[in-house]
């Protein structure tokens, strides 16, 4: 059940998630954060676990939100769907880089929580089966071999160039990713 001191909690420890990392932020810190006491935290959850979850739910619909905005701005401005794959890229550039984040707040729970049956790294699976998906309904506009493995690739190229930029290699990472991805297309297209 939803309620603003719940809230409260989930958009403070979202904040310091993605600013320290799971392990280094404490549930001391959400609440002198939040302002929220420690009753109340355990009244809506019974482990930082349960808490890290809820995050995780919560980014994955903002992101999603995020994204079905921009893939409306980016449909109006790219005339062919491969203009619109590249422009998803571009997007998630501008994301990444102006919201200064530290990389993919699931990437880094599947980092720290990497054991199969803990419910973080399931609900990091749910969010990277998602993101698939929806690269894949952007390819179903392609006239392509084989959309499943394509989608799996431009999210593989996508979790390089966050990782490469979260690494400080180079902010054109986003850039080598989409011509990668482009290529495969291209290839797909032309080996039918």
């Known amino acids: 059940m939803a309620s603003p001191r719940r809230d409260k909690l989930v958009q403070t420890a979202l904040h310091l998630f993605c600013q320290r990392g799971f392990h280094a932020t404490g549930i001391d810190t959400i609440l002198a ?10 009244n ?21 939100a995020w994204l079905d905005e921009a893939n409306e701005r980016i ?24 919201a200064k984040l530290n990389g993919c707040i699931f990437t880094n729970a599947g980092a720290e929580f990497g054991n199969d049956d803990n419910p973080i790294n399931q609900e990091v699976k749910r969010y990277k089966r998602a993101r698939i998906d929806y690269i894949k309904n952007v ?15 431009t999210c593989m190229l996508l979790d ?18 989409k011509s990668a991805a482009l290529l495969l297309i291209a290839q797909q297209r032309t080996s039918k």
């Open 160 to 177: 390089g160039a966050i990782v490469a930029v979260q690494a400080g290699l180079e902010e054109t990472s986003f850039d080598i990713a």
């Open 44 to 64: 809506h959850f019974a482990s930082k676990d349960e808490l890290i979850v809820a995050v995780l739910q919560l980014r994955q619909k903002q992101f999603f």
């Open 33 to 42: 954060e939040s302002g929220v006491a420690k009753m109340t935290l355990y």
């Open 139 to 153: 390819l179903r506009e392609l006239t392509v071999n084989d959309p499943d493995t394509l989608a799996k690739q």
């Open 75 to 98: 449909g109006s401005a790219a005339d062919l769907p491969e203009g619109r794959l590249g422009a998803l890229f571009d997007a998630l550039k501008v994301w990444l880089l102006e």
